[in-house]
């Protein structure tokens, strides 16, 4: 893979830190690239470090040692404000337990990065509108989170994440809270997402991953060969 | 007026407990010691109310900023600044104090003298001979407050309200986004 086909690249990347006097290593020296677009799906048991890595190709934590670099940035020497700008610009993030705003409205939560990102205001409302009728959720600008079923407030937060249209969407279990009709939902958007941007995706669901281009396995804070 | 002494005790020998008898100068220092003691134990109850409002003000915003610890990590997660974070809650903290100001004055304004009336009555009069009770109760007391004092509570709660807010913020902020999403 080329440097200029190459969105992540991940160099002997780990994170420990100690707890109740143990060093515990959630990520052990992880080495990856990922492409500039396609969905990569990262599966493993529970507390194998999966979503602490997501979390360090997001700019989110840093590691303890190894080099993190996204989109042509090495981000272990960032500043917390860089890190900032670089998550605004880069990354879109997609929570399982969505974490939209609660007193704000779906136009309003999509628009909010765009917000940050000092986009003119008769931009960001009609991007978030076209971003939200794309996912469906176009007689919804007006709803607060309370107002939406789960599936459409993952569809609302994946809207969220479009805003800015950054080059790289990381998903945290986005269907961890969804029953299967709506998760199946969620699958099919991410993986269209996927044709014009890389979308890495934590997940336990299977069919999720049978879906990823990629597939990591991580046990015990290591790549599995598969 | 030099026998005023003895006219007093030929008086009060006449009619006995019933009254008190009181020269015009006596009953003078009467209503002046009475004026000042309620003034003093109205401003020592206003000096209470607004340290207590102080205290309240301060734990609610705090409490209220932590309560709101995931929502700024998620904010700062999707690009918020530090900086745009606090002076966002912080806006919405002083905003809240003076609504809530300004809700508390009008149900001062319609209930303040329904309710200050009796608690001064009920505060004084078993202090005082039962004969001076009907005098205390005739007694009205005003819900007038003065530009100076409304613009001292005023400035004291928007004080509370940003200390309070601002010791929640430099708590959650200055952590990474994922801590304070987990922060509790």
Do not use: C
């Not at chain 2, 209503?31 to 309240?56: H, K, P």
């Not at chain 2, 301060?58 to 745009?84: C, H, P, Y």
């Not at chain 2, 003065?146 to 001292?152: D, R």
């Amino acid at each position: 893979m080329s440097e200029k086909e190459t969105l992540i690249e991940l160099k002997d990347v780990a994170k420990h830190y100690k707890k109740g006097g143990e060093v515990v290593k959630a990520v052990d020296g992880i080495n990856q690239k990922i492409p500039t677009t396609g969905m990569v799906a990262i599966v493993g048991p529970s507390g194998s470090g999966k979503s602490t890595l997501l979390h360090m190709i997001g700019a989110m934590d840093r590691p303890t040692r190894g080099e993190v670099r996204v989109a042509g940035r090495v981000l272990n020497g960032l500043a917390e404000k860089d890190l900032t700008r670089f998550r605004r610009a880069t990354v879109g993030f997609v929570f399982q337990t969505f974490n939209l705003i609660p007193n704000l409205t779906a136009l309003e939560n999509v628009s909010l990065p765009m917000e940050f990102n000092n986009v003119p205001k008769d931009e960001r409302l009609q991007r978030a509108k076209s971003l939200l009728e794309r996912l469906g959720l176009g007689k919804r600008f007006k709803h607060r989170p309370n107002e939406l079923s789960g599936g459409e407030m993952q569809r609302g937060a994946i809207a969220r994440a479009l805003a800015n249209d950054p080059p790289l969407i990381l998903a945290d279990e986005p269907t961890g809270n969804l029953d299967s009709q709506a998760g199946q939902m969620i699958y099919e958007l991410l993986k269209e997402i996927s044709k014009e941007r890389t979308v890495v995706v934590v997940t336990h669901a299977e069919a999720l991953a049978q879906l990823a281009d990629k597939v990591l396995h991580i046990r015990d804070g290591r790549l599995q060969m598969t | 007026m030099d026998n005023v002494a003895s006219v007093t005790k030929k008086l009060q020998e006449v009619v006995g407990d019933v009254a008190d008898i009181q020269a015009p100068k006596g009953a003078a220092v009467f209503t002046a010691t009475t004026s000042r003691t309620v003034t003093r134990l109205a401003v020592a109850g206003a000096t209470l109310a607004a340290f207590l409002m102080t205290i309240v003000i301060f734990f609610v915003t705090l409490m209220q900023v932590r309560e709101r610890a995931r929502e700024i990590g998620t904010l700062k997660a999707i690009g918020a600044s530090d900086g745009g974070v606090t002076v966002e809650v912080l806006t919405e903290a002083i905003a809240l104090t003076i609504l809530g100001g300004l809700v508390a004055l009008i149900f001062f304004k319609i209930l303040g003298e329904t309710i200050t009336g009796p608690v001064f009555t009920f505060g004084i009069t078993p202090f005082l001979p039962s004969h001076y009770q009907p005098l205390v109760q005739s007694l009205s007391v005003s819900n007038e407050i003065s530009a100076s004092g409304l613009g001292g509570l005023v400035l004291i709660a928007f004080v509370a309200s940003v200390v309070g807010s601002a010791y929640g913020l430099w708590q959650v902020v200055r952590l990474s986004p994922l801590e304070a999403m987990k922060h509790e």
